[in-house]
């Protein structure tokens, strides 16, 4: 009997033993762990510096390209390839159908379940409206007009929101009209919120032409 008690001890020494092993840390009893949050997501580092880890920042598209395609497709569709909208625009980011046959894409079907087709679509209107916006940016960029701050990127993305003509009448009146769409929101805002990516990259195209 003491024999089997010895036994039955040893082995349930041996497993908390084990298990210890296991345990998780808190970070937050760590006095060298550093806190901090990225759109409302913590992010933990083993440093009281996040410049000591210059890595991390491969996880943020911060100013990129990356970062403004996204930031305007969350805005439009909360990233939803086939999400229509009540007044007919649809995909990621939200297009029309005037838009879409402006770059050569007529089967609405085939583009709804094309992602690869919507992030060409994007690309393709952003160089129209580069090339049919050239003069504005060229003489805008970097100044301020009706309170917002002008960068190319503000420039496109107001454009996806309104249309080029829009966006020349906003300028034309110094900034003081006041354009929205249909769901009233502002091409002003859209101006302000998506300025300063770089975009430098689009090459402005009277013609783009999207394959289907």
């Not at 980011?93 to 994007?122: C, D, H, W």
């Not at 966006?167 to 009146?173: A, I, W």
Request: aromatic letters at 14%; charged letters at 20%.
């Amino acid at each position: 009997m003491i024999k089997k008690w010895i036994y039955y001890t040893s082995i349930a020494l041996i497993v908390a033993f084990i298990s210890s092993g296991f345990k998780q840390n808190q970070p937050e009893n760590q006095s060298w762990f550093y806190l901090t949050e990225d759109n409302g997501i913590p992010q933990m580092f083993p440093s009281e510096k996040v410049s000591d880890y210059p890595v991390s920042s491969l996880l943020y598209t911060g100013k990129s390209f990356t970062g403004f395609k996204e930031a305007i497709a969350f805005k439009e569709s909360q990233g939803q390839y086939q999400l229509i909208n009540s007044l007919g625009y649809m995909g990621k980011y939200q297009f029309g159908v005037t838009a879409l046959r402006a770059i050569g894409i007529s089967n609405l079907s085939v583009f709804l379940n094309s992602p690869m087709l919507q992030e060409k679509a994007f690309h393709a209107l952003l160089a129209k409206n580069k090339w049919e916006l050239k003069d504005e940016i060229a003489r805008y960029d970097g100044k301020i007009i009706g309170g917002v701050r002008v960068t190319e990127s503000g420039i496109l993305a107001a454009a996806h929101l309104g249309g080029a003509g829009s966006v020349k009448k906003f300028f034309k009146s110094n900034g003081r009209r006041f354009i929205k769409d249909d769901f009233g929101t502002s091409l002003r805002s859209y101006m302000k919120a998506f300025g300063g990516y770089d975009t430098s990259f689009i090459i402005a195209n009277d013609t783009p032409t999207v394959v289907e």
